[in-house]
């Protein structure tokens, strides 16, 4: 899975610092970019001058899934989920909120409320992301490096995307 960075999008930014976003300079603007904590209009000479269309256009495809992502940066697509249950199996959330985690049994009915994971019919579900190690970070765009789910889950169904 390729990981968006800011260095990535910095790249793209039209790099001349002029703080018309708001910001303190590109670099600034493309961390705040990847937490979702301001919009790419904010840029507006990528907007307003033509010499940048090629790099707006090209942010705004890099940009687009994480629009689409969870508060975390998490994506689940369902319809390439097996079902497998590794996710939960190796969730340290889900693993410390139900024990039983770990050993394959699945999550109990009484202790779904607690976790991030379950498993119903066939299909992985989301139950509470606030749970999410990475997700206490977000406001402080730093965002703890967790990324387990994603890497067990081999058949691409869970993304990280920052
Ligand atoms: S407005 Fe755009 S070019 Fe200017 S500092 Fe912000 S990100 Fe950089
Ligand atoms: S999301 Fe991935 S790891 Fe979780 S049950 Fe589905 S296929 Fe398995
Ligand atoms: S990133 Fe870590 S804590 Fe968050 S859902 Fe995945 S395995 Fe659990």
Redesign the pocket.
């Known amino acids: 899975m390729t990981k968006l960075n800011a260095f990535e999008v910095f790249q793209l930014l039209p790099k001349t610092n002029c703080k018309k976003c708001g910001e303190s300079g590109c670099m600034a603007f493309a961390v705040k970019l990847l937490g979702r904590q301001i919009e790419l209009e904010k840029c507006t000479p990528l907007f307003e001058e033509k010499a940048y269309e090629k790099q707006l256009k090209k942010l705004q495809e890099l940009l687009t899934p994480l629009s689409e992502a969870l508060e ?1 940066g998490i994506i689940l697509e369902e319809e390439k989920c097996i079902g497998c249950g590794n996710c939960l199996i ?5 693993v410390a909120e139900n024990p039983e985690s770990s050993a394959g049994i699945g999550v109990a009915p009484e202790k779904e409320e607690n976790v ?1 994971y379950v498993v119903k019919d066939g299909k992985a579900k989301i139950i509470d992301l606030t749970k ?3 997700y206490a970070d977000t406001e402080k765009l730093s965002y703890a490096q ?4 994603e890497i067990y889950c081999f058949t691409e169904a869970i993304k ?1 995307l920052i």
């Open positions: 975390t190796v969730c340290p959330v889900n991030i999410c190690r990475r967790c990324r387990v789910c990280i």
